[in-house]
C-alpha cells in the first residue's frame, strides 16, 4: 500500500469507532505526539485506550477536509465532532512499512477575528460559504 492509502484506511476506520481497529495501521513503536499539551501516546494500545475512554457525548465522527502527501509523509486536515465537541486535527503521519510510525497532531481552537482587521478579511461560515 501506499502511504496515502494506509492513512487513507487509518481515518475510515476511525469513523466506526473501533479504535483497537483503527491500532491495525499503527507500528508496534507507534508515537502520536502532541506538542500544545506535551504529551506523547507511546504504542497502538494506549492510542486505542485513550480513545476508546475519552468522555465522548456520542459516537465519534471524522470528516477529511484535506490530505497531503510526499514520499513517506501524509498530512490531513479531519473535521472531529461528537456532538458536543466540535474541533480540528491537522496531523502529520509518518508512514514505513504500511503503517503509521509517528503522529504529530495539532488540535487548534477557534477564535474571534479581531476587529481591527475585519476591513480586509471575509468572514466564513460553518458550512464554508462567505459572508457578504
Known amino acids: 500500500m501506499t502511504p496515502r492509502e494506509v492513512v487513507e484506511s487509518f481515518w475510515e476506520t476511525m469513523r466506526t469507532n473501533d479504535f483497537h481497529a483503527a491500532g491495525r495501521w499503527l507500528a508496534d513503536d507507534f508515537e502520536c505526539h502532541w506538542p500544545q499539551s506535551s504529551e506523547v501516546i507511546c504504542g497502538r494500545v494506549n492510542f486505542a ?3 476508546s ?43 514505513k512499512s504500511d503503517l503509521i510510525t509517528r503522529q504529530t497532531e495539532f488540535w487548534p481552537d477557534d477564535f474571534a477575528p479581531p476587529s481591527w482587521r475585519r476591513q480586509w478579511v471575509k468572514l466564513q461560515s460553518a458550512s464554508g460559504q462567505l459572508e457578504k
Open 49 to 51: 485506550e485513550l480513545n
Open 53 to 95: 475512554n475519552y468522555p465522548a457525548k456520542s459516537l465519534w465522527q471524522f470528516d477529511l477536509v484535506s490530505l497531503i502527501c510526499e514520499g513517506d509523509t501524509v498530512v490531513t486536515d479531519v473535521k472531529v465532532t461528537d456532538g458536543n465537541v466540535h474541533a480540528r486535527a491537522i496531523t502529520f503521519h509518518s508512514v
